[in-house]
T-cell receptor, first 116, second 113 residues
Framework: NAGVMQNPRHLVRRRGQEARLRCSPMKGHSHVYWYRQLPEEGLKFMVY????????ESGMPKERFSAEFPKEGPSILRIQQVVRGDSAAYFC??????????????FGQGTRLTVV | AQSVSQHNHHVILSEAASLELGCNYSYGGTVNLFWYVQYPGQHLQLLLKYFSGDPLVKGIKGFEAEFIKSKFSFNLRKPSVQWSDTAEYFC???????????FGSGTQLTVLP
């Protein structure tokens, strides 16, 4: 049973380009969470999705950031017109349906985005 | 607002020393608390969690944590650290009404051989 898979592991983008980060949850998991870790800081919640639904996006920046979790395929975190301040590690976690964090949610290895 | 704070940003110990990493939370109501470890270049791994019951929680790799409600604390302990414990440690909390974990800023532990 593969864990939470994130790709790419490392992504370099020039300012103004788009970044697409992918997260494939563990088999049987239908809840996905995205977190961002800025240098020297802890993880900050961004968005919580279930299949085809955004449940909580209170941590998402108002502009340029979007997330989706389609019926088929991985969850995508999309950052348009990236700026240097978007450089961070982006982590995805997944959990089984109906449980959330009350059981264990598993994290992926993260995508390290560098904006040059 | 919910918050989790870790006051030790960097801790350096020699092998076999005892470890205690501080974690304080500010929540009302039901509190669920977690400790995660992140080894260099790897994903976060759950060390232990507290939901209810015995406030002394045993985790993996010889770690334990004690939930002290009166002090709003959930400190992580290990009696004797190893070089392989070098990693970053995150405390996190989940209030009864929230759907997401709130993380502390992390403590980098360096264990010298």
């Amino acid at each position: 049973n593969a864990g939470v898979m994130q790709n790419p592991r490392h992504l370099v983008r020039r300012r103004g380009q788009e970044a697409r980060l992918r997260c494939s949850p563990m088999k049987g998991h239908s809840h996905v969470y995205w977190y961002r870790q800025l240098p020297e800081e802890g993880l900050k919640f961004m968005v919580y999705l279930q299949k085809e639904n955004i449940i909580d996006e209170s941590g998402m920046p108002k502009e340029r950031f979007s997330a989706e979790f389609p019926k088929e395929g991985p969850s995508i975190l999309r950052i348009q017109q990236v700026v240097r301040g978007d450089s961070a590690a982006y982590f995805c976690a997944s959990s089984p349906p109906g449980t959330g964090w009350s059981t264990e949610a598993f994290f992926g290895q993260g995508t390290r985005l560098t904006v040059v | 607002a919910q918050s989790v704070s870790q006051h030790n940003h960097h801790v350096i110990l020699s092998e076999a020393a005892s470890l205690e990493l501080g974690c304080n939370y500010s929540y009302g109501g039901t509190v669920n608390l977690f400790w995660y470890v992140q080894y260099p270049g790897q994903h976060l791994q759950l060390l232990l969690k507290y939901f209810s019951g015995d406030p002394l929680v045993k985790g993996i790799k010889g770690f334990e944590a004690e939930f002290i409600k009166s002090k709003f604390s959930f400190n992580l302990r290990k009696p004797s650290v190893q070089w392989s414990d070098t990693a970053e440690y995150f405390c996190a909390g989940l209030s009864g009404s929230a759907r997401q974990l709130t993380f502390g800023s992390g403590t980098q532990l360096t264990v010298l051989p």
